[in-house]
């Protein structure tokens, strides 16, 4: 009981420690596979990937990745298996920061989507790597 006392701060520093490491995980993001905005366009252009939008659909038609289906990530559960029917095929979620999408991965796993990516830090890192955005909202 003395040690505690007598070491409070380097326990405090030690659960602290714990704490920002387990982070990720308490948030949602532990084994969720993120892309950067470059592996995106190769999963895009050499895999085929269904880039699918978790955003509403006001910050859908504010700019999204060009091709891309808006979904929002309160529907997703509902209406994935309308745009994605092959369960085999690579899906990119994106949102505008990279939280939403990756709850999006959390339901398409969960419905049995065997590759499924989150955008890393969403559209802020697309426009950030001055790729094309499309405005408007879906077609």
Not at 49 to 69: L, P, Q, W
Not at 73 to 97: E, G, I, W, Y
């Amino acid at each position: 009981m003395d040690f505690i006392f007598e070491n409070w701060v380097l326990i405090t520093i030690a659960i602290t420690s714990g704490i920002m490491l387990m982070w990720p995980m308490i948030m949602g993001g532990g084994g969720v596979n993120t892309v950067s905005p470059t592996q995106a366009v190769q999963l895009i252009n050499k895999d085929k990937a269904v880039v699918i939008d978790v955003c509403s659909e006001a910050e859908f038609a504010e700019g999204h990745v060009t091709g891309a289906k808006n979904v929002p990530v309160d529907d997703l559960d509902s209406r994935l298996a309308q745009v994605a029917k092959n369960k085999a095929t690579p899906l990119l979620m994106v949102c505008a920061s990279g939280i939403r999408s990756r709850r999006a991965v959390g339901v398409a796993k969960k419905q049995g989507y065997e590759q499924v990516y989150s955008l890393a830090g969403g559209m802020g890192a697309w426009r950030g790597a001055s790729l094309p955005v499309q405005k408007g909202a879906k077609a």
